[in-house]
């Protein structure tokens, strides 16, 4: 009974540590621009949801390039925090092919021993990495019935399992810390092998690799929609000022069609800014402002087949 009131003791503290949402990043006060600080919001987001393929994929551009669309909240003050916006993200993960993972982490219980002495207390790495993964973590008391009971040579899954289920844990890290590296397995009550298991050299590497099983195990949450189809009514041209070209593109099927569309027409040669003002079914229209501002921009070489004054169709799939 006493250790099950000590066990809801702690998990009031890491509820309330960890409550926010995994679209939710913090930074400490460090002295970041804005710039640096968005940036590394959106890597530690990518890792967070996808993994690995995250950093490696168009979507970090397209996320810092266009911040504010998928930015609902930021914050300064006290250090840095941002919100950024699910029902935005989802439809360009997903487009991306990238397999997300947006559920509450589940708290994991970390046994750690160094040789014979047992940590029974969360570090600034595990604090750090715990804030960075949104992976709550709970400290077992290692009271006198553990360190009698528990092998540290092993950890073993038998011993480690019953001393886990008095502290109403499902999950278990198993770490054995060695000449300075983390040897870990992932265990649960539903399994009698180890769900994972790895050497790492940080606490932050150990839970960059339990959050990467977790993403390819736990299924991916994605939002996947139907192909776009004509609008109701044609999107309208408009009226350009000097120097600016209004286009309307219909064929956009996809989400990632007119992401990646915007992109290719803000490279092409002569257009110094595109701005996307709107969309409706498979169509989108683009404003695009001219440097040059008695040149047209060669819009075929962005995979767009005219329609007659100022209408595209998407004829080439946009990568």
């Known amino acids: 009974m006493l250790k099950q009131l000590l066990l809801s003791l702690m998990l009031l503290g890491v509820t309330g540590a960890s409550a926010a949402s995994v679209f939710e990043v913090q930074l400490d006060s460090a002295p970041y621009s804005r710039a640096q600080a968005r940036e590394q919001a959106v890597d530690l987001l990518l890792d967070r949801l996808v993994g690995e393929p995250g950093r490696a994929s168009w979507v970090r551009d397209e996320m810092i390039e266009n911040w504010s669309r998928y930015r609902q909240d930021e914050h300064t003050r006290g250090g840095y ?63 006198l019935q553990e360190h009698m009971q528990i092998d540290k040579d092993s950890l073993a899954k038998d011993t ?24 870990w397995r992932l265990f649960s009550q539903d399994s009698e092998q180890a769900l994972a298991q790895g050497d790492a050299g940080t606490p932050m590497e150990l839970l960059a690799a339990v959050n990467g099983y977790w993403i390819s ?20 041209a408009g009226t350009d ?28 040669e002569g257009v110094s800014d595109i701005r996307l003002l709107d969309s409706a079914g498979d169509q989108a229209r683009f404003r695009l402002v001219l440097s040059t501002p008695v040149v047209e921009p060669a819009l075929s070489s962005a995979g767009l087949s005219s329609l007659g004054e100022r209408r595209y169709r998407l004829t080439e799939t946009v990568r």
């Open 217 to 236: 195990h736990k299924g991916a949450e994605t939002a996947t929609r139907p192909g776009n189809t004509a609008p109701a009514e044609a999107l309208p």
């Open 160 to 183: 480690l399992s019953e001393a886990s289920r008095r502290y109403g844990a499902a999950a278990w890290l198993a770490v054995v810390k060695q000449d300075g590296r983390l040897r």
């Open 241 to 268: 000022a000097p120097g600016e070209l209004t286009i309307v593109v219909s064929g956009l099927e996809r989400f990632t069609d007119m992401v990646r569309l915007e992109q290719r027409l803000g490279r092409l």
């Open 81 to 143: 925090r941002v919100q950024f916006d699910q029902a935005e993200l989802l439809p360009l993960l997903d487009s991306a092919g990238l397999r997300a993972w947006t559920g509450e982490r589940p708290s994991l219980l970390v046994w750690q021993v160094d040789g014979q002495h047992a940590l029974d207390g969360m570090t600034a790495g595990w604090r750090q990495a715990s804030l960075d993964y949104a992976i709550p973590l709970l400290w077992p008391l290692w009271d």
